[in-house]
């Protein structure tokens, strides 16, 4: 991939501007953040836009702007063979789309064989997994330090972006190109690394609300109790103040933190959790050692939320802005963009209780028409399906009507144990939607769609007989 990212660097650097196109999500944020950092560093003129999917009728809008050579990032692939005659560059990890030109064997590790004027980087391409191994800002990353050694920094911002696109193995630890570009950031010290405990909010939430807010997993009798959390502390001996200031959880002792965990897993044990989910307790987490101890930006599993709540709510500039250093102001914007994400969620969450989730032979499902934003609703379905409120032994999909394009938007979510039972859940949507007179893809593990109103029967009719085929 070496060798490919540099030719893509060096077709960047002989450019005076370039415009770069990104996704809405963390990943996508962050991949215009590593590619605008590296784009101004060398001198050239940049400027951003992010979308939400890039269908046609967006790319016929490209080709007619003019715009000089674009820079997709965190998408790209999944649409090869409608670039092709765009002067472009592709740094992405979701499944590569068809390409119209067919490389010969020996030129299918060259990028250059497959399109026109289009250069693509993407890990499907290298044997590599995209959904697990390197994602959008990781394929970006490897460009820009191409591009100079100085944007070797950047590599934090890839940390970030792959744990926002929840990258990590079932031990909690990122692997392949993504342990390399980890080594890097570790290495410039940027990132320091440790064992602990995966729960959110370590950096700044009090201990109870970090218990209180746990939703992967629910801890059971704790996740959304309050004063079952207070009391769950107090009864193991963990003081909840020092000073009058509300303790953290790195304020604890080993033997404080250890504690509590082992309560945990006692409890989950008793409630009939996996030994899977009480394991999953415990991973590696990433300090952004150059952040303030006890805010958001301070370990990657929570900057990446942030960034995701101003994705959600098409704002991914304010989320640029924070990735690039700008904050003040852009920091408590994003903020109070991740507090009403927060609710949105919780409503959303209320919303799908109420009306319950339908199962069919190999799938459950549920449809939150307007009153789940199409731009949560894959996250809503990840909640879901992490909590006791779902079968885990199937994979689950959402609908919600979208709220800028005509159609519904489609998401689905499936386990790492599906996935190596066959799961493939972007050949699932890509193909089943196609069916409909739709489009979509993503990872085997998680992928998305847009179909048009009134074929969800039809496509859940479609989506059982394509996955009875990868399960049974």
């Not at 893809?441 to 769609?449: E, K, R, S, V």
Request: aromatic fraction near 6%; include cysteine.
């Amino acid at each position: 991939m070496k060798k490919k990212a540099k030719t893509i660097a060096e077709k960047l650097l002989s450019e005076n501007n370039v415009h770069i196109i990104s996704h809405i999500d963390a990943d996508g944020i962050t991949s215009a953040g590593i590619a605008y950092k590296a784009l101004d560093r060398a001198g050239i003129d940049v400027s951003v836009e992010f979308i939400k999917q890039l269908d046609e009728s967006k790319i016929e809008e490209i080709k007619a702007d003019d715009q000089g050579l674009i820079w997709f990032t965190d998408l790209g692939s999944g649409q090869i063979s409608s670039l092709e005659s765009l002067d472009c560059v592709i740094t992405d990890h979701h499944e590569p789309g068809n390409s119209t030109l067919t490389p010969k064997l020996e030129d299918r590790g060259n990028i250059l064989s497959y399109c026109r004027k289009a250069l693509e980087l993407n890990p499907h391409n290298f044997g590599l997994d995209g959904a697990k191994e390197i994602s959008g800002s990781g394929t970006t990353y490897l460009v820009a330090k191409e591009m100079s050694d100085k944007n070797r920094d950047l590599s934090k911002l890839a940390v970030i972006g792959a744990v926002g696109d929840l990258q990590t193995s079932e031990k909690g630890k990122l692997i392949g190109k993504n342990r390399e570009i980890l080594r890097e950031a570790v290495d410039e010290g940027v990132i320091s690394k440790r064992v602990d405990t995966t729960l959110y909010g370590l950096e700044s939430r009090p201990l109870h609300k970090v218990l209180e807010y746990a939703s992967n997993p629910i801890l059971p009798g704790l996740t959304g109790e309050e004063s079952n959390c207070v009391n769950f502390l107090v009864e193991n001996d963990i003081e909840l103040k020092k000073d009058g200031e509300w303790r953290k959880w790195y304020d604890l002792s080993k033997e404080e933190k250890r504690t509590i965990l082992s309560e945990l897993a006692k409890r989950m044990l008793r409630r009939g959790y996996s030994t899977e989910n009480v394991e999953s307790l415990i991973g590696e987490i990433y300090i952004l050692t150059e952040e303030e101890k006890g805010t958001m930006l301070r370990q990657a599993k929570e900057f990446s939320t942030l960034l995701n709540s101003c994705g959600r709510y098409d704002k991914a500039e304010i989320g640029l802005h924070v990735c690039l250093g700008d904050r003040d102001e852009y920091l408590d914007e994003a903020m109070k963009l991740l507090a009403g994400h927060q609710k949105v969620l919780v409503d959303c969450l209320d919303y799908v209780e109420s009306i319950g989730i339908e199962e069919g032979e190999n799938i459950q499902f549920f449809h939150g028409e307007d009153r789940i934003p199409d731009t949560v609703v894959g996250t809503v379905a990840g909640m879901i399906l992490s909590s006791g409120d779902a079968d885990k032994r199937l994979p689950i999909f959402a609908f919600a009507n979208s709220d800028d394009r005509e159609g519904v938007k489609v998401s689905s979510r499936g386990t790492k144990q599906l996935v190596q039972k066959g799961l493939d859940l972007s050949s699932v949507m890509s193909e089943c939607s196609e069916e409909v007179g739709g489009e979509g893809g993503g990872h085997d593990i998680a992928a998305g769609a847009l179909i048009p109103h009134g074929k969800e029967e039809e496509f859940l009719n479609e989506v059982e007989k394509k996955i009875d085929s990868q399960l049974n």
